[in-house]
Structures are given as C-alpha cells and as structure tokens.
C-alpha cells in the first residue's frame, strides 16, 4: 500500500537572498528583462508596463511587492509573467532560479498569516535545507492599486 502525497510545482524567485516561491499554475512565462515602459499616477512597486506577444503587461517590482527595495537589475534579473483567467501580470525579479516540486504538506502558515485571506504569503516550506515562501498568486491579482 503505498500512500500519495501531494506535491505543488512551484517557480523559484529570489530578491534580496531570500527565496520565493510562485505555483507553477500562474506562470505563463519568465521572460528576459526588456525595456519597461514608465506609467504616470501609479503605485511605487509598479515599474510601467511592456509589450509582449499583443498584451499589454503591467510590470510589479517584486522587491517592492514584499516591502523590500527595489529589486536589483542584473543580468540574472527576470520578468515571471503570471496569468490568471485572461489577466496578465509581470514580477519584476532578482532571479528566476529554479522549478522544483514541494510536498504540500510540508507548507506550514506562520500563525500571524492564518487568520488573513488576504494575505500574499500562502506559507513556508522547507526544501532541501532551504525555507521558500509560498506567495498566494490571486491576492497579487486582486490588488486593486495595479
């Protein structure tokens, strides 16, 4: 008898040497970083938007996002685009590391986010002597500030 676990495939991203980790089930694509067009009258963690296959994509610094600085642009730096129904969104990043598979049993809520269903952080998980927060994708999409 054996029993199944349940895994979350999930798009590793770096900011600041912490890691980040985005379900695979949002991510359209991870792009090179391109020329980012500014956009007036907008929040400070929305960088502008850029042109990518007919969309318009609105481009979130990521470091930003997390409340940290804003994200540092090397030649490591990547744009995950996340999808969600027909809505595109661009996270600006650090570093697109790695596709790695996590036993969603191992995700475990720091007891300030439980109580919160909007909060980005959906949880910790431990992998390979690491500790990756799982971000909630829909909250970042259900920001109304962009």
């Known amino acids: 008898m054996s029993l199944s676990t349940q895994t979350l495939k999930i798009v590793i991203v770096s900011n600041e040497d912490e890691e980040f980790g985005l379900p695979i089930q949002y991510v359209a694509s991870i792009e090179r970083v391109m020329e980012i067009t500014p956009m007036p ?42 999808q969600k129904d027909e809505n595109f969104l661009g996270l600006l990043t650090e570093a697109a590391t790695d596709v ?22 959906e949880g910790v998980a431990k992998h390979n002597d690491r500790l990756i927060v799982v971000l909630n994708c829909p909250v970042i999409f259900n920001n109304r500030n962009f």
């Open 41 to 82: 009258e907008m929040p400070q963690e929305v960088s502008g938007v850029i042109h990518l296959r007919d969309n318009v994509i609105p481009i979130i610094d990521f470091g930003q996002l997390i409340g940290n600085q804003k994200s540092l642009r090397t030649d490591s730096s990547r744009i995950v685009v996340l």
């Open 100 to 121: 790695i598979d996590i036993d969603t049993a191992s995700i475990q809520t720091p007891g300030s986010f439980a109580q919160k269903e909007d909060s980005l952080i």
